[in-house]
């Protein structure tokens, strides 16, 4: 029976305190309601969703333990007839029945037990907030508001919510009812429609909101589309032929920021998610910039006053933090000419800071501008790129560093399979199948980061990946060290066929452009962007430091 276990998710792997629980408890964002998955247990307080006999604020705890109860005893009374027939013990090794054999009636209910209690005790052990599961019933009721049409303190009829939609009673029933099995929404009594907490979530939190519809009605329907576009172009690394454009008719027409740019609402969406999703924990700017929490040590260019670009930096949120800290270096942030447009200005109400950072519109297809800066900083720049792109990036560093320069990218930096707890390890990998299914971009693992800096130029020494403790991102670093450019010209045109995009539709100066018209888009897609519009007392806006 080894193999037939709970999740050891819901095994804690650190006691919770209570200050950082309450912390994690409010924050609004995705990743911080996974985050305590790695670090934490739900504890006593949690809710159960509401079934018709219980609802969240009676005996909530007692639930939890009834149904593990009711797991094991059933899980007892399966084995041991399991074990007095010799039947084999569910497994999934390779060569485990795929099918679970015949079993009498009163067995088979004790199987059907195990199914739903786990089941409910895993929405149990996710949360409410973490309920949205299946696509197609969960989109729909987010699309048509469905959740901000039930009222929380009572009830409301399927023939009084019909009136308020345009749905037809039967597909509205029928929707409402395949996400109760998720545990959103209940049906107190037939045809009468109550909240649980995780449908008032979807009532109340734009975030979620956002997060949900970006997911049905972007990502769902692109990543249909993969394999179309995988069987059309298997290199995958153009941004006008991912499955997003198979999926809305873009195909070699524009990248998907460019559809997002000429469709504000959609482009906002798509920036709250994101910013849900990287904006919370694990994702803080302060595992960067707190060298006590493991962030990167910039004393030493500190100390000598240098200067630290943050390429495609927003409105520079980054930038800010790090010259709250170090008071004496400068720093210049780079981003597209509309983005730069729409900081806020001055950058920080503290003039020592803001005086010494510098707003500087440049495209990062071009040649980098700032020459002799001592760092180069892309944080969730990379990741957006295939490989043509992402060294396409470095290169048109090289013209303005100095030896010694330091080039940082901060993304997530791929762990061998199994080496992250699952849970992150999920979150990470879902990240990377999402770069490809939008942008036919990709996450990295160290190799392919170290193999971008060879491809760009010998003269990038590769020096290595670091990560701090809780944090879900990575820093690589690599040194320009000129004297490493052996036969740069040679290097160059051997290199052309794996790393310069191949065709017209792919070449950077395309993907610019396009770009370029959709720069709203692209910097909505920004944490900082979308939070400042997010209801959360998180909320990351310049205004908030
Ligand atoms: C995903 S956001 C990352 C922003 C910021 N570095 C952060 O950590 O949140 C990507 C940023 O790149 C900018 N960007 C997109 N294309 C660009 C280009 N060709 N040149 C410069 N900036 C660009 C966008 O405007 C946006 O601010």
């Known amino acids: 029976m080894s193999k037939f276990r709970l999740s050891s998710l819901f095994h804690s792997s650190s006691p919770s305190n209570g200050d950082a629980e309450a912390k994690k408890l409010n924050r609004r964002s995705f990743s911080a309601l996974s985050a305590s998955f790695r670090q934490k247990d739900y504890g006593e307080t949690n809710g159960t969703p509401a079934t018709k006999s219980e609802t969240v604020s009676e005996q909530p705890a007692s639930r939890m333990i009834a149904l593990a109860e009711k797991i094991t005893k059933a899980t007892e009374k399966l084995e041991a007839y399991m074990k007095s027939k010799n039947l084999p013990m569910p497994s999934y090794d390779v060569d485990a029945p795929a099918d679970f054999p015949a079993l009498p009636d009163h067995v088979q209910l004790s199987r059907q037990e195990i199914i739903h209690a ?84 979807l009532a109340e939190d734009e975030n979620m909101q956002a997060w949900i519809g970006f997911n049905g009605e972007d990502i769902f329907p692109a990543s249909a589309h993969v394999l179309q576009a995988l069987e059309a172009h298997p290199e995958a690394t153009s941004l006008t032929r991912a499955g997003f454009q198979f999926a809305f008719g873009t195909v070699d027409k524009e990248p998907m920021f460019a559809t997002f740019g000429k469709d504000p609402d959609r482009a906002r969406r798509m920036g709250r998610a994101m910013a849900s999703l990287t904006g919370g924990e694990g994702y803080e700017p302060s595992y960067f910039v707190d060298v006590a929490k493991g962030g990167y040590d910039l004393s030493d260019i500190d100390a000598a006053g240098g200067t630290f670009v943050d390429v495609g930096g927003s409105h520079g949120f980054m930038c800010v933090d790090l010259a709250t800290r170090y008071r004496n270096m400068k720093f210049v942030v780079q981003d597209l000419q509309k983005t730069v447009d729409s900081a806020p200005k001055p950058l920080s109400a503290d003039p020592q800071v803001a005086d010494r950072i510098t707003l500087l519109a440049h495209d990062f297809f071009t040649e980098q501008p700032t020459k002799g800066a001592d760092v180069y900083f892309f944080r969730w720049i990379i990741h957006n790129y295939s490989t043509p792109y992402a060294v396409r990036i470095l290169r048109n560093l090289v013209p303005a560093l100095k030896p010694g320069a330091r080039i940082l990218i901060n993304d997530h930096c791929l762990r061998e399979p199994g080496c992250e707890n699952p849970w992150d390890e999920r979150v990470m990998r879902r990240m990377d199948v999402v770069m490809l299914t939008l942008l036919n971009a990709q996450e990295r693992t160290e190799a392919e980061f170290r193999a971008l800096f060879a491809a760009a130029s010998d003269g990038f020494v590769f020096k290595g990946v670091t990560r701090a403790e809780g944090c879900r991102m990575s820093v690589v670093e690599a040194v320009w060290q000129p004297d490493q450019v052996v036969a740069t010209e040679t290097k160059t045109a051997e290199e052309g066929a794996a790393a310069a995009p191949a065709t017209e539709a792919e070449a950077p100066a395309d993907k610019t452009t396009a770009v370029e018209d959709a720069a709203t888009a692209a910097a909505a897609a920004t944490p900082e962007n979308g939070a400042a519009a997010a209801p959360s007392g998180e909320a990351k806006t310049e205004e908030a430091k």
């Open 118 to 201: 786990t089941k409910e005790l895993s929405l149990l052990a996710h949360g409410p907030r973490e309920a949205f599961l299946d696509v197609l019933a969960l989109t729909a009721i987010n699309h048509y508001g469905l959740a901000k049409l039930v009222p929380v303190d009572s009830t409301i009829t399927l023939a009084e919510l019909e009136a308020k939609t345009s749905l037809d009673p039967i597909n509205l029933a029928r929707l409402l009812r395949m996400a109760m099995t998720n545990g959103i929404f209940r049906e107190p009594s037939p045809g009468v429609i109550a909240h649980t907490a995780a449908s008032r979530v």
